[in-house]
């Protein structure tokens, strides 16, 4: 027997949620995101220094992840071509396609998790803005690591630049590695999957996609162990501030326009309002603006108090 939705249930939100909406602030964060990745690209000096400070840190923590990936990748085309498709595009796919499921299927969660990724590309943002840091894939060759989307530009549309088509690199910047939003965002949609998904299926995948999304991103050297964790710090962070976003915005849209106020009406003797401003009668009449502020006045200047007190109603002009 069908389920029938009652006020407040699933169904609700969608009255209020329109994708001619979602769609230009959805465009509008993705915007903010690309441009943001081009704040840092000058400081290549800086960002090379950084990420020789996370591969330091790494080893005094005794991480070495990146490099036996990378070796793996590089060795196995069967895996490294795959990894190359997979770092290259399925960011771009994955993310938008678990967002328009919410807003079609979960329509009643869609804004806390739309909000919350939003809210966790723009800490994403400031990590790229105020630490610039160079992929492993870019140090010097005595570090060990291979570009293994370099190696395989011949398979997919990129070149030796990063991610982005052939003759487009310098359109991206390289240095934006801390955080990993790849992580990230993988990270978003397998809650999403998770939760929301249903069948086990879906669920085995909402935990396989951000898992195989970080082996990825350090088997092809486009990021260090220490940038996923970085990312899914972000996402946790966007997690808890995401509720306080949505609070402002909901203050911010339900802020009062100007306008005139409206006049108070004010009650007649026997506690039925009588509009200040006057109220029709018929065609052409109109009663006079009262000022009462005793039942006296209310009832006439020429009623006695008894009449005032019956409610009697003013004399006609």
Not at 105 to 125: E, K, V
Not at 179 to 190: I, K, R
Not at 252 to 272: L, Q, Y
Request: glycine share 10%; proline share 9%; net charge positive.
């Amino acid at each position: 027997m069908p389920q029938t939705e009652t006020p407040g249930t699933e169904a609700a939100p969608r009255s209020r949620l329109r994708w001619w909406t979602e769609l230009p602030l959805i465009l509008l964060v993705y915007s903010c995101y690309s441009a943001g990745r081009l704040l840092a690209r000058g400081d290549v000096a800086g960002a090379v220094g950084h990420g020789l400070t996370i591969l330091r840190v790494e080893k005094v923590l005794h991480l070495n992840a990146e490099h036996p990936l990378n070796r793996l990748f590089t060795r196995e085309p069967w895996l490294g071509v795959p990894a190359d498709f997979w770092y290259a595009s399925l960011h771009y796919l994955v993310t938008p396609a678990v967002l328009v499921w919410m807003f079609r299927a979960h329509a009643r969660h869609y804004r806390a998790a739309r909000t919350w990724l939003m809210t966790s590309t723009f800490m994403g943002l400031i990590g790229f803005t105020l630490l610039p840091t160079c992929p492993p894939r870019l140090l010097s060759a005595g570090h060990g690591f291979v570009d293994t989307m370099a190696q395989y530009s011949t398979y997919g549309w990129w070149g030796d630049q990063a991610s982005a088509p052939r003759g487009m690199g310098g359109m991206t910047n390289q240095y934006a590695a801390m955080p990993s939003l790849h992580v990230g965002w993988a990270l978003w949609c397998g809650v999403m999957l998770w939760r929301f998904g249903g069948s086990r299926p879906t669920k085995v995948l909402g935990v396989a996609y951000p898992v195989l999304t970080a082996l990825v991103v350090m088997g092809t050297a486009n990021h260090y162990l220490l940038d996923a964790v970085a990312g899914v710090a972000v996402m946790g962070a966007g997690l808890l501030l995401a509720p306080w976003v949505a609070r402002v915005a909901d203050l911010v849209r339900s802020r009062p326009s100007r306008s005139v106020p409206a006049v108070p009406a004010v009650p007649d003797a026997t506690g039925s309002p009588i509009v200040s401003a006057g109220c029709q009668t018929s065609a052409g009449e109109r009663i006079p603006r009262q000022r009462a502020s005793s039942p006296d006045f209310a009832a006439g200047p020429d009623a006695s108090p008894t009449d005032a007190g019956e409610g009697a109603p003013a004399p006609a002009r």
